[in-house]
């Protein structure tokens, strides 16, 4: 594979093999992170729950020594473009959520993971990337995939509910193809901690105008009221469901921007859809949500598309 070349001082964390694999396992640790925000819902804001996540996580970041070093020999255009590049992350959230208020879930998520599509055609347009067979196949089965686990999906969808859902799928690209183009200007511990910080700021605004002016915002149900609601204090057992889902947040902080640093992006684009597969298993034990045959048979497809590619990986590793 193209990109940074593998090398002695190579660090074990960031040959292609073992990078793939960090990023498919802290995939799965997400999907137990959704798995969790939709079960405590009902009672705690989108916007408390991603500020104290990302808060924790910040600290966690900043209290290592190795991340001050990388922050303080950042240079002006570091802290811009990796800034931009946390910010394209929390607007593909936003845009993500906000779909999900003026249409059904199932055709929310089937547009936002249109992602790897983008991040595939954009690797392959803006670093000259190989779009091979094998990424082709595996990118295929990812997508028939992602529309056998969501069966639901339905063609006659509002034309704004539409561009919400694609204008999120082409942020998450774009966040990801950052992570890949400007690899050189920080280390992965400085584009982790600059992403985390960019949530602080973006929940941070959202949950005081929610808090402090909760008039403006009308009251409803369900998902509506999970976006707009204000701070609310905290159980026990929604702390430990916190401390959980930062876990996973760290994990995919550090294992996404390690494995599109080291490995081309059109090769990553498949492990995007490892979070569905991971859905099943987590919507079951969690939420009791009992899949159908053509969900199971999705996951199974999604596992040979990861599968197909940790394979060639090894090859090519090998092979040098």
């Known amino acids: 594979m193209k990109g940074l070349a593998l090398g002695a001082s190579m660090r074990w964390y960031e040959h292609q093999t073992t990078a793939v694999t ?47 070093r990388d922050l303080a020999a950042l240079d002006r255009q570091g802290w811009l473009f990796l800034s931009l590049r946390g910010f394209a992350l929390t607007t593909a959230m936003s845009l993500y959520f906000t779909s999900l208020i003026i249409m059904p879930m ?13 991040i595939t055609l954009g690797s392959v347009l803006l670093f000259g990337e190989r779009l091979t067979a094998f990424r082709l196949i595996a990118l295929v089965m990812g997508l028939v995939g992602t529309w056998l686990i969501l069966p639901s999906f339905e063609l006659a969808l509002s034309l704004g509910g539409t561009l919400l859902g694609l204008a999120s799928a082409l942020c998450y690209a774009s966040f990801q193809l950052l992570t890949r183009g400007i690899r050189s200007r920080g280390t992965t511990l400085a584009m982790s901690t600059i992403q985390t910080l960019a949530y602080v700021v973006l929940a941070g605004g959202w949950l005081a105008i929610t808090s ?45 921007p390690n494995a599109y640093r080291n490995v081309e992006a059109s090769a990553m684009a498949p492990f995007e859809f490892a979070a569905l597969g991971a859905g099943i298993f987590f919507g079951i034990v969690i939420l009791g949500e009992w899949p159908s045959l053509a969900a199971y048979t999705g996951a199974a497809l999604i596992a040979a598309a990861g599968i197909l590619m940790v394979q060639r990986a090894q090859a090519r590793e090998q092979a040098k």
Do not use: H, Y
């Not at 729950?49 to 996580?57: H, K, N």
């Open 212 to 256: 402090l002016r909760p008039d403006l915002f009308p009251t409803g149900e369900g998902m509506l009221d999970f976006l707009v609601r204000g701070w609310t204090w905290l159980t026990w057992q929604q702390v430990g469901i916190l401390a959980i889902c930062t876990l996973a947040m760290l994990a995919l902080s550090l294992a996404g």
């Open 22 to 68: 960090l990023f498919a396992v802290a995939m799965m640790a997400i999907a137990l992170n959704d798995a969790l925000i939709k079960l405590i819902s009902p009672s705690v804001g989108l916007a408390q729950f991603m500020l104290l996540r990302s808060v924790v996580a910040s600290a966690v970041f900043l209290s290592l020594p190795q991340t001050r």
């Open 106 to 118: 199932a055709n929310a998520m089937a547009l936002f993971f249109t992602a790897p599509i983008f």
